[in-house]
Nanobody, 122 residues
């Protein structure tokens, strides 16, 4: 089966950290740029971060710059999103998605994960 599975979400206090993982099964991520999206309650889904298929380029939305770091380990077929200094506004379901291109972009996804919930609250 071809799928992406997110993990690492949970409840964290403001200022805390989480690391999300996105693991692929049934295919290799080597040829895919990987994108993290999130959808907060009552809001539209938005792009968060992207990493090129080679891991040599990244993109971050302004709201997470300096706090989040995207990385990948193609040998493990996994992409990570390190989230530091979390804020209540970061509360959302986080999704990873794969697009079979080298470059970053927040459209034309070929595969989607089912999401992992991140709740930032005291």
């Amino acid at each position: 089966q071809l799928q992406l599975v997110e993990s690492g979400g949970g409840l964290v206090q403001p200022g805390g950290s989480l690391r999300l993982s996105c693991a692929a099964s049934g295919f290799t991520l080597d040829y895919y740029a990987i994108v993290w999206f999130r959808q907060a309650p009552g809001k539209e889904r938005e792009g968060v971060s992207c990493i090129t298929s080679r891991g040599d380029g990244t993109n971050y939305q302004n709201s997470v710059k300096g706090r989040f770091t995207i990385s990948r380990d193609n040998a493990k077929n996994t992409v990570f999103l390190q989230m530091n200094s979390l804020k209540p506004e970061d509360t959302a379901v986080y999704y990873c998605a794969a697009r079979r291109t080298y470059s970053c972009g927040y459209y034309a996804m070929d595969y989607w994960g089912k999401g992992t919930l991140v709740t930032v609250s005291s």
